[in-house]
């Protein structure tokens, strides 16, 4: 299958090329920095930015993909589930 867009730079505005699975973790950072994050079951995420803040993100609707440069997802206080980092 030709990919047309092969040629085009990809920018953070561009769609994700990349996913994976987050498994909420209190000490270890993701496996790479997001460009977005997927919620798929309803609920709250503690985590930390690229810059190093931490922020508390309350009543995410199931469904919701987040524009966020995350590092890490925190286990403690996140009560979402289903969560894909976007690349």
């Known amino acids: ?6 040629e085009h730079a990809i920018g953070l505005d561009s769609p994700a090329t990349h996913g994976f699975h987050v498994s909420p973790n209190d000490a270890v950072d ?4 997001t460009r977005a994050i997927y919620v798929g ?11 190093g803040a931490d922020i508390s ?15 890490r997802i925190k286990a403690t206080g996140t009560t979402a589930t289903f969560i894909v980092g976007l690349l």
């Open 57 to 71: 993100l309350a009543g995410i609707a199931a469904g919701t993909i987040l524009p966020l440069r995350i590092r």
């Open 41 to 51: 079951g309803s609920g709250a995420l503690e985590a930390t930015l690229v810059s």
């Open 1 to 6: 299958m030709p990919d047309r867009f092969a």
């Open 30 to 33: 993701l496996p790479d920095v």
